[in-house]
């Protein structure tokens, strides 16, 4: 089964700073998605990003970018210039190419915004 | 509003009693999904439909729990005999078939007395 680690239980960054979410995984499959996802209090997910396992090139959303490293099973979100919008809770997410199955999501990161 | 929706948002219930929540997914949206999220935890897949066929029941939690999509278009999560552990947000999500991003509903809030 796979599964999903997010070890930071809470980070904090100054506004218009860069902050960094780290999250690894664990499967066996050649090819899957990745995801990070958005939960801002009381309000529902929204997609940030996401990442095809089979390619090489990290994908990027405005200010959202992710490193991708498929051999280290590491998947960390960069949040560049910082927003007090952006203050939520952060969860990875994966879903395997095979198996149109749910999403295997981590435990997550709050995300706090210093003004 | 052609989001996904969820019915009712909050629901307070005492043990043992039987709950039934409801999930519109976006009109076109042929794949609906249910997961469980607890506090402090990531969401958790229960269970999901491709039309009115369910796909992948085996992550349903307990036989109290049970879903349909009997039309293919809403979908019913019901939890029969509620017990305290139950206490948890129910969120449903929708997608098409071949597309990857999931749309997620605002959940019910269940809180079993």
């Known amino acids: 089964a796979q599964t999903v680690t997010q070890s930071q239980p809470e980070m904090s960054v100054q506004e218009a700073e860069t902050v960094t979410l780290s999250c690894t995984y664990d499967?066996?499959?050649?090819?899957?998605?990745l995801f990070w996802y958005k939960q801002p209090p009381s309000r529902q997910m929204i997609l940030v990003i996401r990442q095809e396992a089979y390619k090489q090139q990290n994908a990027t959303e405005n200010r959202f970018s992710v490193n991708f490293q498929k051999a280290a099973k590491s998947f960390s979100l960069k949040i560049s210039d910082s927003q007090l919008g952006d203050a939520a809770m952060y969860f990875c997410?994966?879903?395997?190419?095979?198996?149109?199955?749910?999403?295997?999501f981590g435990k997550g990161t709050h995300l706090i915004i210093q003004p | 509003d052609t989001g996904v929706s969820q019915d009712p948002r909050h629901k307070i219930t005492k043990r043992g009693q039987n709950v039934t929540f409801r999930c519109d997914p976006i009109?076109?949206?042929?794949?609906l999904y249910w997961y469980r999220q607890t506090l402090g935890q990531g969401p958790e897949f229960l269970t999901y439909f491709q039309n009115e066929a369910q796909l992948e029941k085996s992550r349903l939690l307990s036989d109290r729990f049970s879903a349909e999509r009997p039309k293919g278009s809403f979908s019913t999560l019901e939890i029969q005999r509620t017990e305290q552990g139950d206490s948890a947000m129910y969120l449903c999500?929708?997608?098409?078939?071949?597309?990857?991003?999931?749309?997620f509903g605002p959940g019910t809030r269940l809180t079993v007395l």
């Open positions: 999500a929708s997608t098409l078939a071949g597309h990857n991003e999931q749309f």
């Open positions: 499967t066996s499959e050649s090819d899957y998605y």
């Open positions: 997410a994966y879903r395997s190419s095979f198996t149109p199955d749910g999403l295997t």
């Open positions: 009109s076109e949206h042929n794949r």
